[in-house]
Nanobody, 120 residues
Framework: QVQLVESGGGLVQPGGSLRLSCAAS????????MGWSRQAPGQQRELVAG???????NYGNSVLGRFTISRDNAKNTVYLEMNNLKPEDTAVYYC??????????????WGQGTQITVSA
């Protein structure tokens, strides 16, 4: 079983940057495909970014070129670097882990979520 704890959320102005961290315990992330999803009020959960066990990455169209996902297996942590944030990025962000490549609805474990609000 994998426990995932996100950190790094908060309030940021449009155009600003944030870095989210996801610390895993109970299992090593090298055994898992990892990712970040988000859900805004009244909207469906969407995949923000995914990274496979082999290090291959994929991104949602709305964040392509602005967000970067990475993993540090030695620290058992996954990161999401977010630049040029926009108000439409406002959502609760969840760290997810899956035995297969993750998607918005395909994952085995998820964290409690961290709120990101982009507002002037």
């Amino acid at each position: 079983q994998v426990q995932l704890v996100e950190s790094g959320g908060g309030l940021v102005q449009p155009g600003g940057s944030l870095r989210l961290s996801c610390a895993a315990s109970g299992s090593t992330i090298s055994s898992w495909n990892m990712g970040w999803s988000r859900q805004a009020p009244g909207q469906q959960r969407e995949l923000v970014a995914g990274i496979t066990k082999d290090g291959n990455t994929n991104y949602g169209n709305s964040v392509l070129g602005r967000f970067t996902i990475s993993r540090d297996n030695a620290k058992n942590t996954v990161y999401l670097e977010m630049n040029n944030l926009k108000p439409e990025d406002t959502a609760v962000y969840y760290c997810i882990a899956g035995s297969v490549e993750v998607s918005a609805t395909t994952f085995n474990y998820w964290g409690q979520g961290t709120q990101i609000t982009v507002s002037a």
